[in-house]
């Protein structure tokens, strides 16, 4: 399974790559592979103030649901939109379809390494 | 197909085409006590194989029920809501297995084998539970037997399901009309029942082999499909399948509770069939009653209605979705939801509380595929 070494993965299999202050959010191979082919994504309004650790958006396969959390808070300032009409680029190339960036006012926190992330899941 | 007891827990029961699955690299999941394949490439490409060309479905895990003797035909008519003694062998009916209250035990596929032998298809989940109450309940002390470790079963539906089918068996399949069956060799393996059945809304087949040699039957229905585009397609596509087409499916839409009126089952519910059937006078008492009834939800958004959510009108809870999907066909997603029948009318429009916020549906009658949007097709 790929987890590439140069991003950062959150308890919730995010992956995140920071960008200078604004960190770039997508899920890992990991979670697309749990959730199974997406359908829908939720993304959240550009401008949107978020907060550490909260709820941000939701993304939806055809038999679940799960939730993006915000790495640190800040603000939205980027969202992907061409997973409004290709939803399912988050099965084939996780890494490249971001779901959104956010302007971090804070540190973010609880982030794991390529390494610890395999650890966890097993890869 | 016997369970082990390993640990304290009961093994997963697996089919005789399990390693064909594991070797596809199929996703298995436990469903209904086995090791089910639950996708093969992924659900969307399994779901539109089946629509285009082919699919080949492990249904191995639904039970059999074998019911004989010289008073079958009455012990059926008794147990079972639909007219048994109208089809000839060589057919097949669906019916619903009702209880004292009026409520469902099952739906069932009877195939009429001889005048005096009757093969039932069980759901997997309720084999036990329909074995017991059949021997309970069966009036006329017929021969009941459960065969579910005796046949496995497959089905391939699709609109090349009759191609395929043709290169596998000796049996006439183009001739053999809807609901029929012949027995005959399939795939190598003799003493198969092919029927010309299925659950996704597709011409196909659905095919009872004897457990012991049906193994070689996969791989053999795999090369023979393939070049006409068949791919095995597992349970996750076979729900969406059958959800687009509007078939039930048991412990969602059909429950212990709930009436087969109440499901639109009214056309298998023979009320006033001679000495009614076990269960006909609770559902015609019920009849009267403003119980929720069943309706078809198409979705006016993206995000999905799933079971259990609340459906409303107006602010005020009118009824609970039982199954929800996106239509891979339909190209929207699609729910079944029963409601109150003051707002169940063709284009009464409802809401969905999808986790907290509302998503717009219309009620539909019929198909999905008749409401599939223009992207889709």
Redesign the interface.
Known sequence: MNIPDDLQYTDHDEWIRAEGDVLVVGISEFAQDQL??L??V?LPEVGATVTAGEVVC?I?S??A?AEIYAPASGTVTEVNTALDAAP?RINSEPYAAWIYKVQADTAPEGLHSAADYRTKVGA | MVPARLGGSVALRRTPFHPHHVAAGARLVPYAGFEMPV?YS???DEHLATRAAAGLFDVSHMGEIRVRGPKAEDSLMWLLSNAIRRIAPGAAQYNAMCNRQGGVVDDVFVYRVAQEDFLVCVNAANRDKDFAWMVANDPHDSEIIDEGDDWAQIAIQGPAAVQITSELTSVDVAALERHRFQSGPFAGVTDCLIARTGYTGEDGFEVFLPAADAAPAWPAAIAAGAPHGLVPVGL?ARD?LRLEVRNCLYGHELSDEISPLQAGLGWITKLRKPGGFLGSDAIAARKEEAAPVLVGLLMQG???A?EGMMVRYDDRAVGRVTSG??GPSVGRPIALAFVDPAHAAVGTELTVDV?GRDASARVVDGSFLDHASQEAT
Request: hydrophobic share 25%.
């Open positions: 199974g082919e359908v829908h939720e939701e939806e055809v038999k649901v399912e | 996708t992924g659900l969307k996750g969406t993206k995000r999905i799933r999907t996106l986790r």
